[in-house]
């Protein structure tokens, strides 16, 4: 074999390469707004005896939807009207506001990964039908990434570990402590609240490199 084509032959392989690692490391990113998720029994108490969510539009995380539904959210300085719900009902009501939401509310919820509501900050909802008040549920919830297993083996991350991603776009920040998620019923996609979009410029649909502690060591 000549030199010219192992010449090539090492280029494709290198090209090859560097494809691998750019799917490896890329992450799609999207901005999640102020939304809430509710028990079925608090969706009753809200909207009226045996109401069900109604499916406005499908989520990007498999079997999730944008419920037609909203609620106002109160707290001691403020409300906020119109907060989405997202369905299907869970098993406990949860709240997720940005840092600058709980500045008009006047409360502070504690920084915390999604279902972790035990001593959060209380928050009282207003529907339709009824109103409740809760002593706690109300979160700013961690920037997380959601992936399959098969997606934590192509990064080499497992659930629970944390990482850190720099976006891809004209004004690069990179989120320390990006909490991985890992089920076989996710889809890949990282998950941010308004005021970490705002900060980075950050749109839906972008995408973010990955990189792990061990590898800055």
């Known amino acids: 074999m000549n030199q010219k084509a192992i010449q090539t032959i090492v280029q494709e392989v290198v090209q090859q390469l560097s494809n691998t690692t750019s799917k490896r490391q890329a992450v799609p990113m999207a901005v999640s707004a102020r939304h809430c998720h509710l028990s079925q029994q608090d969706v009753q108490a809200l909207f009226g005896e045996d109401y069900g969510l109604t499916k406005k539009a499908d989520l990007s995380q498999p079997g999730q939807f944008a419920a037609n539904e909203t609620i106002t959210i109160v707290g001691p300085r403020g409300s906020i009207e119109n907060v989405r719900i997202l369905g299907p009902a869970r098993n406990m009501s949860q709240v997720e506001v940005s840092k600058t939401d709980s500045f ?22 207003v529907g339709p039908k009824g109103s409740l008040y809760k002593k706690e549920g109300l979160i700013i919830a961690k920037a997380h990434i959601h992936m399959t297993p098969e997606d934590a083996k192509l990064y080499g991350v497992e659930n629970g570990e944390y990482v850190r991603i720099t976006s891809q776009n004209e004004r690069p920040i990179t989120l320390e402590h990006v909490l991985i998620r890992v089920s076989p019923t996710y889809k890949l996609e990282m998950h941010i609240d308004t005021d970490e979009a705002n900060a980075g410029l950050i749109s839906t649909g972008e995408t973010g490199t990955l990189s792990r502690y061990e590898e800055s060591v």
């Open 104 to 125: 008009k509310l006047g409360l502070k919820p504690p920084l915390r990964e999604s279902g972790d509501i035990k001593n959060s900050a209380p928050i009282t909802l």
